[in-house]
């Protein structure tokens, strides 16, 4: 890295990502707080500590951005939330202090659906992001500022959050990688919850490489969440290597209704384009594909019911003022105001999902339903190494289009909700552009078995890469 | 497998606002009555899977009984009292219960 050895100097480089975010941020508005202050500081810190001749950590003076979910002490941390607009988080999330302890400098703190709950970043409280490729179009969501960032080098890194698919659908939409770790490999400690059993920190990076990079800076187990795994920890740049023989699922229904014909195709085109390089691609079934899509909100919401009750402004938080009104009323006033549609949706089905008398038909139903999406993608990777389907089933589309119809925003989670149900890892990488807009391609693996979506996106990006010559 | 979902009414809606402790005009309770029913609708594609036999997955890790050792760190209050909305001398104010 140019930083370390003072080719160029972290002050310098940060001072130009600043530049970059005052002329780019008024138009994609990827950003809800920028930390120049803190981050020019920090810069010149680290530039003292090379000049004495410290040891300096893996990703010293890279401009990194954090999806506005994640809690960075002492810094406004709003989830893109009216309720937490003032909120400053009096913590650091584990995955922020890993990237401190890297001597990465946070740049600030990204847009996104509100409570990560949405697809495109239109739900978010202060704004929609705009698409870098096409600004009348989404970025994707949730995570979308983090991912228009990489994209319009607002940033050089980013991490986001992926519940159904928030790291991966605004990585396919912006033309970037994203990596939804196995459930448990990245903490969760400091990631304000939306569906804990199924959501997952991620590296959102312009690069295979980079995202190897910053993933081997953030997993691992931590003390602070219960739900991080214990295991040995690995170098994923190690997988940066060709691929030879690697299997290839692909689920027919992956492509088939509910898919924009021009996805698909340029998704298949890029599967071909790897069987050039000895990877062998067959065609599998998976009947009862749009149940897991409805198995996957039902549990997401009754965990957002649960998960969202702590919000009262009344301990933290936005609140009125409560005068002589009693807590009840105050508390439901304050979730009225501090809550957009879309969230208030969320939380009433999910309560319903989970009250008496419906609990059995809903919330256990889908349960059900996820084992057995378990069950299949376990019984498909004694076959295959991977499955692949395009990211997304549509390209990029204009801001406003299906915002007014919760459902049809939904559906576009349908292939990336399964790896979440399974708690597998699963990676988009950019494929091409179809009438401009980018399309992403998607790689499913085993429980931690992150090393073969690293072998096979490396592969891909290294065959497009000899292509566009 | 034809499902005997009842469509979910107003009340119910006002109902289960409550239970969530979100305050909901009428016209809110209206517009999410409509909405709420055509999701749910697209919900009831679970029915026609077979689950007879299944046992439900709530984590997708074999963890359980996660314990870590009972020690004390040093901690402070003051960052987290400092986004107390009401507050007077260290108690936070919140409503009266009823």
């Not at chain 1, 009348?136 to 994209?151: F, H, M, W």
């Not at chain 1, 049809?408 to 179809?434: H, K, M, R, W």
Request: glycine fraction near 8%.
């Amino acid at each position: 890295m140019k930083t370390r050895t003072q080719e160029l100097k972290a002050e310098e480089y940060i001072d130009s990502i600043f530049k970059k975010i005052r002329e780019t941020d008024g138009r994609i508005h990827a950003y809800v707080t920028v930390v120049e202050e803190m981050a020019l500081k920090k810069a010149r810190e680290l530039d003292k500590k090379i000049r004495r001749g410290e040891k300096v950590g893996r990703l010293a003076g890279v401009a990194v951005a954090v999806k506005d979910n994640i809690c960075i002490s002492g810094v406004r941390t709003t989830c893109s939330s009216k309720m937490l607009e003032n909120f400053t988080s009096p913590y650091d999330a584990t995955v922020v202090e890993r990237l401190n302890k890297e001597d990465a400098i946070i740049v600030g703190k990204t847009n996104m659906d509100e409570f990560a709950m949405g697809s495109s970043t239109e739900f978010s409280a202060f704004g929609v992001t705009r698409n870098p490729y096409d600004e009348d179009r989404v970025p994707g969501g949730s995570s979308g500022g983090s991912a228009a960032a990489v994209a319009s080098k607002e940033a050089t890194l980013a991490l986001g959050s992926d519940t159904g698919g928030s790291v991966r659908c605004p990585a396919a939409f912006c033309s970037v990688v994203g990596l939804k770790p196995t459930y448990g490999l990245v903490s969760r400690f400091g990631l304000i919850s939306y569906a804990n059993s199924l959501e997952q920190i991620g590296p959102i990076t312009k690069d295979i490489r980079d995202c190897a990079l910053l993933l081997n800076c953030i997993a691992g187990h931590d003390v602070n969440d219960a739900t991080s795994v214990e295991k040995l920890s690995e170098d994923y740049t190690k997988y940066l290597a060709e691929v030879d023989g690697i299997k290839v699922g692909i689920p027919k229904e992956f492509f088939g209704e509910g898919v924009q014909d021009v996805v698909a195709k340029q998704v298949w085109q890029a599967l071909h384009k790897l069987e050039e390089a000895n990877v062998i691609c067959e065609e599998i079934s998976w009947k009862d594909l749009d149940s897991a899509l409805a198995a996957y909100y039902i549990i997401a919401m009754a965990e957002a019911s649960s998960n969202l009750a702590r919000f009262d402004g009344i301990r933290y938080g936005s609140g009125m003022i409560s005068g002589a009104r009693d807590w009840n009323t105050v508390f439901s006033k304050n979730r009225s105001l501090g809550f957009g549609f879309e969230v208030k949706r969320r939380i009433i089905l999910g309560s319903y999902a989970l009250s008496a008398g419906y609990y059995d038909e809903y919330y256990l139903k889908a349960q059900k339903i996820r084992t057995i999406v378990r069950k299949y993608l376990d019984e498909a990777f004694k076959r295959f190494d991977v499955l692949a389907s395009p990211t997304m089933p549509v390209l990029p589309f204009k801001i406003g289009e299906k915002v007014g119809n919760p459902l049809e925003i939904y559906t576009c989670d349908i292939l990336t909700v399964p790896a979440n149900l399974a708690g597998v890892p699963a990676i988009s990488i950019p494929c091409g552009f179809v009438e401009g807009l980018p399309v992403g391609l998607q790689f499913i693996a085993p429980h931690f078995r992150e090393d073969q979506l690293f072998r096979i996106a490396h592969t891909f990006e290294g065959l497009q890469k000899s292509r566009v010559s | 497998m034809v499902s005997k979902r009842k469509a979910i009414s107003r009340k119910e809606v006002e109902h289960i606002a409550w239970l969530a402790r979100i305050e909901l005009s009428k016209k809110e309770e209206e517009i999410f009555t409509e909405q709420l029913n055509r999701i749910l609708e697209y919900f009831s594609k679970i029915d026609r899977v077979d689950t007879g036999k299944v046992e439900p997955t709530y984590h997708v890790l074999d963890l359980a009984n996660v314990f870590r050792v009972d020690e004390v760190k040093p901690s402070s209050p003051d960052a987290i009292l400092k986004e107390v909305p009401n507050m007077k001398d260290r108690w936070i104010k919140a409503p009266r219960m009823a």
